[in-house]
């Protein structure tokens, strides 16, 4: 049953706020991803860029210093998505709203998996390199 208006109102602004959050979390990985497809691109589409073994590897630190920095942002933009989730619903059951979707993943389970694309990219870049390298000599 609805409390009040107020509550109501409450609510629903705290589930905008997780949703500025949400869509803010969402532009990071979106950055992930065109840094990525990018740097990917780059390396299958450029022989250029694997003549050496030098090539790749200075390709991947400049795409590992990103990552970096990154991962640092989406690990906190998570975080505080979590508190804005717990807030959101702690709001809406006030007002009689069910919300418990509002369940984002663990930092860790994000982290974990965003680390995991960033090596499988890398080894993949790294594969690449070698097998090209092999071919031309």
Not at 40 to 65: H, N, Q
Not at 114 to 129: C, E, P, Q, R
Request: net charge negative.
């Amino acid at each position: 049953m609805v409390e009040s208006m107020d509550e109501v109102k409450l609510a629903m602004e705290a589930i905008q706020i997780y949703q500025v959050q949400y869509d803010q979390v969402d532009k990071v990985w979106g950055y992930f991803s065109a840094v990525t497809l990018a740097i990917s691109g780059f390396v299958v589409g450029s022989d250029k860029a694997t003549r050496s073994i030098k090539e790749p590897i200075a390709i991947l630190i400049a795409y590992w210093f990103f990552c970096y920095g990154n991962h640092l942002a989406l690990i906190a933009g998570q975080e505080q998505l979590i508190q804005l989730g717990d807030i959101a619903v702690k709001f809406g059951d006030k007002a009689g709203l069910n919300i418990s979707s509002f369940d984002p993943l663990s930092t860790n389970l994000v982290g974990n998996f965003h680390i995991g694309a960033i090596i499988a990219v890398s080894l993949g870049i790294l594969v690449i390199s070698v097998l090209r390298h092999k071919k031309s000599t």
